[in-house]
T-cell receptor
């Protein structure tokens, strides 16, 4: 079974802190994604990566950056956390670009910024 | 960008069939239709996908309208474990090794014992 693992289920951080959310997949997938999920807004794409060291902005990249140094790991970085970044963050991966491929999600990280 | 429209919520009795509709009137010829669901406190999981023809798998069936402007996810016998938010998603291919995903707000399915 494909496994997408997010390093933390729950995080509490203070405003202005630098926050790292880590995601690892074990199926050698090329494409990885970071979403945030908020009540009433559904899932929104923050960034995605289709190869090591490659990244593309999603719909809401402001306030975030990402890092993909190894194929299996995709990190989301909040340089200076703010309260409006309190949300559920979901990581996902897919094996190759294509219209029929299945996307696999991690269990999510619920981040609270105080 | 092609978008999807789903009802906010639906209810079903346990062990009865459920038909979850999705409208995607601006879909293009290269867009696949995917359905995912999200159980409470979990990440979304894949349910089914299709392009033009109806599709069946062990979880559900997908009925796609002839003009592809709408589709229906069919759960043949709803169980309590099927209570979740169901997302109808269009997968777009943008070229150059990347693509975009369009998530709707989903339909919250409640299953009544």
């Amino acid at each position: 079974d494909v496994k997408v693992t997010q390093s933390s289920r729950y995080l509490v951080k203070r405003t202005g802190e630098k926050v790292f959310l880590e995601c690892v997949q074990d199926m050698d997938h090329e494409n990885m994604f970071w979403y945030r999920q908020d009540p009433g807004l559904g899932l929104r794409l923050i960034y995605f990566s289709y190869d090591v060291k490659m990244k593309e902005k999603g719909d809401i990249p402001e306030g975030y950056s990402v890092s993909r140094e190894k194929k299996e790991r995709f990190s989301l970085i909040l340089e200076s956390a703010s309260t409006n970044q309190t949300s559920m963050y979901l990581c996902a991966s897919i094996e190759a670009p294509g219209r029929g491929n299945i996307q696999y999600f991690g269990a999510g990280t619920r981040l609270s910024v105080l | 960008d092609a978008k999807t429209t789903q009802p906010n919520s639906m209810e079903s009795n346990e062990e009865e069939p459920v038909h979850l509709p999705c409208n995607h009137s601006t879909i293009s010829g290269t867009d696949y239709i995917h359905w995912y669901r999200q159980l409470p406190s979990q990440g979304p999981e894949y349910v089914i996908h299709g392009l033009t023809s109806n599709v069946n798998n062990r979880m559900a069936s997908l009925a796609i309208a002839e003009d592809r402007k709408s589709s229906t996810l069919i759960l043949h016998r709803a169980t309590l474990r099927d209570a979740a938010v169901y997302y109808c998603i269009l997968r777009l291919y943008s070229g150059a090794g990347s693509y975009q995903l369009t998530f709707g707000k989903g339909t919250k399915l409640s299953v009544i014992p």
